[in-house]
């Protein structure tokens, strides 16, 4: 982020103002890019899954009982 | 030094699939038994050591009588119990089959022998069922969902000479906000199960106390067992019960790596703001139950913070410790530059962890579900989809899939895996151990943390002490192995190396 000099203070200061929307915009764009590239092709993921699930998810859950440990 | 000397034990869950009424202590031993088998010719297995045990010493200073509270070996009704030849033990401890690691150093030999008891796990079920076991299932995580919970416990080697009031004091409020990182995530809220959501660790509703000596009930956030496996004026075995099972090799680096740094800081003194929390249990269950990561905690004097802050102010004093010299523990950089990149999307949008951190990449699975088939977190499918999430099958359970898919990050490879189930690490005694194993299981009739006793056809057995975590490694007795051609031979040319 570059921070101009400017004789005129109020003008820097919605110079700067703007810069820093400008940045945190682009960090949010390139969030929003980094989550959509770790969702990729989830159909994909999902139809997997669907494929290897416990196919009676209702009972499955039911009879997972489990002593308790440490 | 590569780290610290330490070892992670996980307890696993169990189930036949439409047989609920199946004992667990009857699968549990036919799954430690059935991998055990596989490692003695002769078909018996060795008995753990149990004479040097007293898990009821309180590091605050006395001995709990037994009778007080709930602590079954399981040795006493002929449990399965095995050692292995990377160093391990595998066992049956309260109905559950648990792995513990070999004693290693560091945080990445400890994700890599702790990946490789999930292989362990899963080739027992094989052997189990081959050798006419129903098909078991075994799952690697702490819940199931209706009230009971199994742990998985990390120890970490302290010397004695830090007082175990600095350990209560400046550990505390780590251990509750490090879920940020650990937690596995877990569909189900209060401990028993009944609330809808979903929350960010397993093990969460289960602390009830900040500091006590028992472990299933009362579970408290500090653990003072106090029985160090190794010489007890010199050493103390710090004993953690509040972590969840972790899958993701990120969330089991950082798990192991963030806390071993904060017991270094801890052991020098470098530590001066406690970051006391006000109501600790109760933080815990707070931060746990806000995946969104906005809620903020109060503190004993005041301040008001979120835990990915807390965890930011351990993370700086880290920093600045691995900066000023004073840190010997080479998985430092490493350690604060994966935690820093961590807490920075922590910081952005959590969900910028979902290849990284089990709780996130869990949570993606689930929210990419209730999107498709417009699901209430109260439907028994998201229910399923988080204990699945943990099956150790490499082509059942979801991590796996998704590990498989190339859509989490790992730290460790397959091939290292591979050796990791076989091999013990070079340099500690678990090197001894588990070569012993390997080379001579018929001559070994029992063995523990710290000892190895042998049969070699003499009036009497032979007991050899491995009391030093540090002394049993390849440099030291390497060479004693590779050239003893019997038990006998070890035991005799050991004899003459003392």
Known sequence: ????????????????????????????????????????????????????LEENAEEFVKSYVQKGGQ | MSGRLVGIETEYGIAVPGMPQANPMTLASQIVTAYAATLRGDGRRSRWDFEEENPLRDARGYELRAA?????????????????????????????????????????????WDKAGERILERSAQLAHRAGAPQINLYKNNVDGKGASYGTHENYLMPRATPFSDIVRYLTTFLVSRIVVTGAGRVGLGSDGRGHGYQISQRADYMEVEVGLETTLRRPIINTRDEPHADAARYRRLHVIIGDANLAEFSTFLKVGSTSLILDMIEAGALTDDLALDNPVAALRSISHDPSLVLRVTLRDGRVMGAVDLQRMYHSAASAFVNSGRASNPEAPEVIRLWGEVLDDLERDPMLLTDRLDWVAKLAILDAYRERDALAWSSPRLAAIDLQYADVRQDKGLYNRLAAAGRIRRLVDDDEVSDAISLPPDDTRAYFRGRCIARFPEQITAASWDSVVFDVGGPNLIRVPTGDPFRGTREHVGGLLDAATSAGDLVEALGSAT
């Open chain 1, 1 to 52: 982020m570059s921070t101009q000099e400017s004789g005129n203070s109020s003008s820097h200061a919605r110079r700067s103002d703007e810069a820093t929307a400008e940045v945190t915009e682009e960090v949010s764009s390139d969030v929003q890019d980094r989550v959509a590239k770790l969702n990729d092709d989830v159909d994909a993921l999902l139809d997997e899954i669907d494929g290897v």
């Open chain 2, 68 to 112: 007080q509270t709930d602590h079954g070996d399981g040795e006493e009704f002929g449990m399965a119990n095995a050692l292995l030849p990377n160093g391990a033990r595998f066992y049956v401890d309260h109905a559950h089959p648990e792995y513990s690691t070999p004693e290693v150093l560091g945080a990445r030999a400890a994700t890599l």
